[in-house]
């Protein structure tokens, strides 16, 4: 494999190399670097170092099946390649991970000198990455997808591409760079300060409306919204223990991200106990 066309990546604490192929293989490794450039690490290669393929086939070619299992990524539209290529990449970590992580499918920011991250736990496409690109500009992006949990509390960042929607391609998400908003990657080690599941009402009016949630609903509810659970050593008393550590989550309520500003304010604000 030419080295051009090799894109090394540190995601969640992984070692991941994107070797790509096919039509324009050097043009699309540029465009994966651009999107993945908050993640790049220097040293492609290596005993623990997972491989996903990303190809570009001609146009009129027939892509084979794909689903997010497959390290292999082939399609003859960029956009939906490259969308593929990210749940590719993200399955692969997250499988890499489990056991050692508590993975919650959250966006996190976080204080940019402290590392007090404010962790948004939400089902796909209900804010996480509008949270992001809105309230994140004076902050450290921590991902807009997958937040890893260390039994330390601190957290592996995913510096993946922002996932966003565009409503002229049906089903098919824009791969921005975050730089390209604004966004850039923690330098202090990021920590979890608090927990907040996020539930977005267009019907709602003025501010959002948050409530504390008890510890069992707290785990009932963030439990669909995890990765790799099950296979996690006691993970419900882990889930207990970073919730105790950091108040307990609460619920919030929104119509528009921006109402959402001084809640990530207040807990990107806290110290570290």
């Known amino acids: ?16 190399d994107v070797h790509v192929a096919g039509h324009e293989a050097a043009r699309l490794a540029q465009t994966v670097r651009e999107r993945w450039h908050l993640a790049l690490r220097d040293d492609p290669g290596g005993e623990t170092t997972h491989v996903v393929r990303a190809a570009l086939r001609a146009p009129g070619e027939e892509p084979p099946p794909w689903s997010r299992r497959e390290t292999t990524v082939q399609d003859t539209d960029p956009a939906r390649l490259l969308q593929r290529l990210t749940q590719s990449i993200t399955y692969e970590v997250i499988g890499a991970r489990t056991g050692d992580l508590l993975m919650l499918h959250a966006a996190g920011l976080a204080h940019p000198q402290t590392g007090a991250t404010a962790v948004f736990a939400a089902p796909g496409n209900t804010g996480k990455t509008t949270l992001c690109r809105t309230l994140g500009r004076t902050r450290a992006y ?3 997808e997958t937040v890893g949990i260390r039994r330390d ?18 089903h098919v ?3 921005q760079a975050p730089g390209e908003v604004g966004l850039t990657a923690p330098v202090a080690t990021p920590w979890i300060a608090g927990v907040v599941l996020l539930r977005r009402d267009a019907r709602l009016t003025g501010g959002p409306v948050v409530e504390e949630l008890d510890l069992l609903d707290a785990v009932l509810e963030l439990t669909p919204e995890s990765s790799g659970f099950m296979g996690t050593d006691g993970p ?3 889930l207990a223990e970073v919730l105790e550590r950091t108040g307990g989550a609460r619920r919030a309520v929104y119509a528009e991200v921006e109402g959402l500003e001084p809640l990530v304010a207040e807990i990107c604000g806290r110290e570290r106990a």
């Open 153 to 170: 509390g601190t957290i592996t960042p995913y510096l993946k591409p922002l996932s966003t929607r565009r409503p002229d391609w049906a």
């Open 1 to 16: 494999m030419d080295v051009s066309t090799v894109v090394p990546l540190r995601v969640l604490g992984t070692d991941v």
């Open 142 to 144: 921590v991902s807009d």
């Open 173 to 175: 998400k824009d791969e």
């Open 236 to 238: 419900l008393r882990w």
